[in-house]
């Protein structure tokens, strides 16, 4: 039977090498179907519209983060779209470049009120490429890894079809390091999270909305434990 890529065993960088990145963007639907989960994912988890910083894990070629700011934007909040910053293992993925031929015709459930009658109510997708010159920036990071931010500098956290990698035994637990303290770019020490498999919940990473307990995460995804934990602190 059909394999899932994240059961299949390599890590993210090595599977989503240059000749697979390009397979699945080909893939028909497959923008479509990214674009409308990152939708069901914006709604359900209520993420700021206006003025901040949201990340997109497991950013690959943008797909998700041009169809947020395209929602965002459409919502007419202040300061809309949010800026995002893209995290990605795949230097393949993060090389890929989504034009706008790639998303014609494919539209979304705008996020916007009902009431909003100056708003769209369904949303092009393509708007949101005119934001990732100015808007969006790309990063080289394993999520499975403690995320290289500051503490309280981000408002929201997308991850669509990415989060599932972790589930996956990639090595032990001791695999995920620990006193990580990298330098910002002014010479500054930067406050980055522990990755200690420990009580940390992951009801408070999504919100309060998914009643899933710790220390039981920890136990059984200790990788998931530790993102949640990380995104416990580097969200405001």
Same mark, same amino acid.
């Given at each position: 039977g059909?394999?899932q ?6 890590c993210?960088?090595?599977?989503w090498?240059?000749n697979?990145?390009l397979?699945y963007?080909n893939t028909?639907k497959?923008?479509?179907l990214q674009a409308e989960?990152?939708?069901?994912a914006?709604a359900?988890?209520?993420l700021?519209?206006?003025a901040?910083v949201v ?5 690959? $070629?943008? +797909?998700?983060?041009?169809?947020? #700011?395209?929602?965002a934007?459409?919502t007419g909040?202040? =300061?809309c779209p @949010?800026?995002?910053?893209?995290l990605d ?11 706008e ?9 705008s996020?916007a ?6 708003c ?7 708007d949101g490429?005119?934001?990732h ?7 080289l990071?394993?999520?499975?890894q403690?995320?290289?931010f ?5 408002? $929201?956290? +997308?991850s669509?079809?990415?989060? #599932?990698w972790l ?6 637990? =001791?695999?995920? @390091?620990?006193?990580v303290?990298?330098t ?7 406050d980055v ?10 009801e408070m ?10 220390p ?13 934990r990380?995104?416990?602190?580097v969200?405001?």
């Amino acid at each position: 039977g059909h394999q899932q890529p994240e059961s299949a065993g390599p890590c993210p960088a090595e599977y989503w090498h240059e000749n697979e990145t390009l397979r699945y963007h080909n893939t028909p639907k497959a923008a479509r179907l990214q674009a409308e989960l990152t939708q069901s994912a914006a709604a359900l988890g209520q993420l700021p519209c206006g003025a901040g910083v949201v990340l997109d894990l497991g950013f690959g $070629g943008g +797909l998700s983060t041009l169809t947020f #700011q395209a929602l965002a934007s459409n919502t007419g909040a202040d =300061g809309c779209p @949010p800026f995002v910053i893209g995290l990605d293992a795949s230097p393949a993925m993060l090389a890929t470049i989504v034009a706008e031929a790639d998303v014609a015709g494919i539209r979304v459930t705008s996020l916007a009120e009902a009431e909003a009658s100056d708003c769209q109510r369904d949303v092009d997708i393509a708007d949101g490429i005119r934001w990732h010159a100015t808007r969006c920036d790309r990063l080289l990071a394993d999520i499975a890894q403690p995320l290289p931010f500051r503490k309280s500098v981000v408002n $929201g956290v +997308l991850s669509v079809s990415a989060v #599932q990698w972790l589930l996956h035994g990639r090595g032990s637990p =001791g695999d995920v @390091p620990r006193d990580v303290t990298p330098t910002a770019a002014d010479g500054a020490s930067v406050d980055v999270v522990r990755a200690e498999p420990e009580t940390t919940s992951i009801e408070m990473a999504a919100g309060d909305r998914l009643n899933v307990n710790e220390p039981t995460l920890a136990a059984s995804h200790p990788r998931l434990s530790s993102l949640c934990r990380s995104l416990r602190l580097v969200c405001s």
